[in-house]
């Protein structure tokens, strides 16, 4: 494992394919910049874009003669070295010496020797889209700059700003210089964060694998992989415990960091070993022979396996939640064409209140889901997720439906059973300490209480539209209170 540390003026960079002064004063020669396809979108957008050039100008005017302007992460991996982090500055370079090459087609450094430019960009639209918005939008910018000005800006841009450099020819030491990078930094998102860290628990494993496991959790929507994170998987633990659901940062992201392989205390032996076991019989042929299914290696309330396991737990629990989501009758394999969430999500998809509650009854269904539905939902299965969804529904329109304006701190005391309120019980903790759904039903049955019109619904009906389609298969939902029962005069 080889580290270098190293300084680099941007014109060497990106039209010398070259780093200026390594830490003895030796140049590093063929530096041929790649962006990774683990790598995650050029997500800049114009007003990031314009803020360097403007952070750049103001540097010139007020005579520095270095400006330092970011750090750049690198991963020599043979022929081509990779950026780990500083895609998002090294672009915008490119595009802002673009701009410049319009304005002053002369310039010392043509844009034809910028090669950076010839790299291919990939498909994913938010790549795309802000590039063009970018150079645009420097374009404009430029314009707006006196022209004796705007060509030394040129000048200064190339030879007097200037990046630190860090190459390593260890990926998963990259990784572990960008997590530390970013964390004195603009802070990232947690599942930033817990990405970096996962990624250096899978230093043993080969470069292809990494890489492979990278693209897949990039491929993912990330907004709403940070959901999943922060607002669902996060929330659900601290429930569970009967905790309060604080938010997820930087500072608490530990309990999605898991058992690392080389802890072997008995009770990281028998978490490692279950993964393992699920892991082996779902590789085999047993299910394929017995005629069964395969196994989950993953439970919302217990430990992370650390390294790639992370990341397959994170595909596992997005693809769940998507398909929670999503009601269309022929996609997934648990909510499909569902009459209460089809109602959900036609009138009550928008407002503050409503959103608290559908995450609410999202996450118990999340929870059920976990606990109780195999891979592969039976007929039975499905009819019980079906009996669970009504009373999941019941306990989170409760809320609802006895609130005019919720807020976030009343939803978490009804949560965790705090207030007087019908129906204010902690769900979540029911589910994890039920050994069945029939045991969870029957005890839901005793403490699911009907609402009543008169002291909770009344002032609260004047306001929820009474609309119908001509089929009424989207109705109120308190309509579907008085369909289960669960109103009372």
């Known amino acids: 494992m080889e580290l270098r540390l190293a300084i680099t003026k941007v014109s060497d960079l990106l039209f010398g394919e070259k780093i200026t002064m390594d830490k003895d004063g030796n140049e590093i020669r063929e530096v041929k910049l790649n962006i990774p396809n683990y790598q995650r979108p050029y997500k800049w957008s114009a007003a990031n874009a314009t803020q360097l050039l403007d952070d750049i100008l103001e540097a010139m005017l007020a005579n520095k003669e270095i400006y330092r302007v970011g750090t750049l992460i690198l991963h020599d991996n043979q022929s081509q070295y990779d950026i780990v982090d500083g895609q998002q500055r090294t672009i915008t370079f490119s595009l802002l010496f673009k701009a410049f090459s319009v304005l002053y087609p002369d310039l010392e450094q043509p844009v034809a020797n910028l090669k950076f430019l010839d790299k291919k960009v990939d498909g994913l639209p938010d790549t795309r889209r802000n590039i063009q918005g970018n150079y645009g939008a420097l374009l404009r910018r430029l314009q707006g700059i006196p022209q004796e000005i705007r060509k030394k800006l040129a000048d200064y841009a190339g030879n ?44 043993d494993l080969p470069q292809k694998t990494v890489e492979t496991t990278v693209a897949q959790w990039e491929a ?20 569970i415990k009967g905790d309060w659901a604080y938010e997820l940062t930087e500072h608490n992201i530990g309990k999605f960091k898991g058992i690392r392989k080389s802890d072997d205390f008995p ?42 396991p992370f990341f397959e737990y994170a595909k596992h629990y997005f693809e769940i939640l998507s398909d929670v989501r999503n009601n269309d009758k ?18 009550y998809s928008s ?12 996450s118990a269904v999340l929870l059920y889901i976990d606990r109780f539905c195999p891979v592969r939902p039976s007929q039975q299965d499905t009819e019980m997720l079906n009996r669970f969804v009504i009373q999941a529904f019941a306990w989170a329109y409760s809320l609802r439906a006895q609130y005019h304006n919720l807020g976030w701190q009343s939803a978490q005391n009804y949560i965790l059973g705090r207030t007087n309120l019908v129906n204010s019980f902690n769900l979540f903790k029911l589910i994890s300490e039920s050994v069945s759904p029939v045991e969870l039903f029957a005890a839901l049955d005793e403490v699911i209480k009907p609402l009543s019109i008169k002291n909770n619904i009344k002032r609260h009906k004047s306001w929820i539209s009474q609309a119908h389609d001509e089929n009424e298969l989207v109705r109120d939902y308190l309509d579907h209170f008085q369909d289960h029962k669960l109103i009372i005069a």
């Open 160 to 203: 007097n700003c200037e990046l630190v450099v860090v190459i390593t020819d260890d990926l998963s030491e990259a990784f572990q210089f960008f997590d530390s990078q970013n964390a004195r930094g603009k802070p990232l998102y947690p599942h930033d964060l817990l990405k970096a860290y996962h990624l250096r628990e899978m230093g």
């Open 351 to 362: 407002g503050v209140g409503n959103g608290i509650a559908r995450l609410l009854f999202d």
């Open 330 to 347: 022929y996609s997934g394999y648990y909510i499909n064409d569902n009459p209460i969430v089809k109602t959900l999500d036609v009138f």
């Open 220 to 239: 993912m929507n990330q907004s709403e992989l940070a959901r999943l994170f922060s607002e669902y998987l996060y929330c659900i633990k601290e429930w």
């Open 267 to 308: 009770y990281a032996q028998f978490y490692k070993g279950a993964y393992a076991y699920a892991e082996a019989v779902n590789s085999s042929s047993i299910p394929f022979v017995a005629g069964v299914q395969n196994l989950k290696s993953f439970q919302i309330d217990s430990p992370i396996i650390a390294g790639k």
